[in-house]
DNA sequence: CATTTGATGTCGGAT
DNA sequence: ATCCGACGTCAAATG
């Protein structure tokens, strides 16, 4: 049986359903009103209302309410769950170590609890990332600029990795920064400190620092010219602009 | 009724009820093998698998594997919903404008399809935030040094605003970054830009940048150093030391 | 709207 | 394990 539920159930009933589940690693959602307690990096408290809560097989918790795309509370994988019954309520508790972390969930009211098999799976296949940029750049580097010859990617400075490295007509060391988005003050800096790094590596050498994003905002841009650090628009990935359907 | 569901549901069956759960702002969850496509931002596709698909009022859409706190695929809150049965498939598109984005979930076998009624609501209360450690330095501001005084939060400079911002024992500026957690480089640069606005509203007044956050990398206390910014340790929020019973 | 920054960010990769 | 940067980051506060 792929999926297994309970309507309403007893809590004697609820919490077999949960330890098989958890027990043979099926994932579990439970939904009813309840309070949540979390401690650990940081700590919170919730109280009764009704929430959908999501037990994974990884040993991550979600709990989500009916509004956002984030859970109000959560555990992150690697976290054991256990269920128990006390006071007269069903308990979820998931913890683990390093850091010190728990999540308590407390139902007063239990709904529905249900435990799915998940066998099939596919991977997820990504277009659009900063990878890809950087792949358009290598393919043609005069994007960047005529004559851009990079000679490495993901090259280690002191100041950690830069995005793309190479050389321009003039054989200055070139330090390229891709963002995929519109880009704040933040960029600018994180470039500028690979530039004062190769510097360092290179005195004298002219380092140039380019950034390549869709645009900058305001204070980046000023931010830039202050560093002296250069900007090259590339536009984002193009839409599959097929107006299609409908 | 607080939860209906429908197992192994006929596809009308199930369209039924997820037009109905759209209609008067239920959530919904539906589990069994399918495929996902995104387009907007980025675009991806997701071959078929045992997903669990949430469909929020507020326009959120979550597909979940049982793998990890991220969704697979997602739609953020303020899309619209809609559900239809094409060449034998219950469909869930999911879309908005600005940016234009769409999500599609098409099942090939529907286990089963939930709407819950989610009527109760508390809030959080969270400690242990950035804002918690800005109110322990201003209670008490010797954590930062002995005579420093703070004359103001979230002080504008042209970099942006400053998290505490006062003077030290010789009446000189100081600005204090603060950081729940153990920093990186870029919190070095972050306090770096807002000391050289600060120095350029008041040239040579000597303007002080200190960090305060639990611990340092490497990386970031040789920047710190090289910038001639300080850094003060704080312990992390006190975790309630209640070594409690097992 | 756009900008900026925090987050229990999470996640993956490299050391 | 720690460090580091990307993310379709998200979400809130602010102009």
Redesign the pocket.
Known sequence: MSVTTLHRPAHRDALGLLERAFGDGRMVTAFGRCTVE?D???S?SLGPGDRLVICKPDG?VLVHTDE???PV?????GCTHRASVRDGRLRIRSERS?PD?R?DVAFERLEQVTAYEVTDRSDLT?T????DLRQRILDDPSLVEPGFEPTATER?TA???V?VFGEDDAGRPVIV??????V???AAS?LR?YVEAVDAEFPDSGVRGILVAPSV????ASLLEELDLAFVPVAPPEEDADGGGE
């Open positions: 979390y650990g990096r940081a919170s991550t956002s795309r984030e509370n959560w555990q992150p994988p390093s972390e999540l990504l659009g990332s900063e990878e280690e100041a950690g990795p995005d920064e891709l963002k995929r988005r519109r704040g003050p933040s994180q400190r905002t305001d204070r980046a």
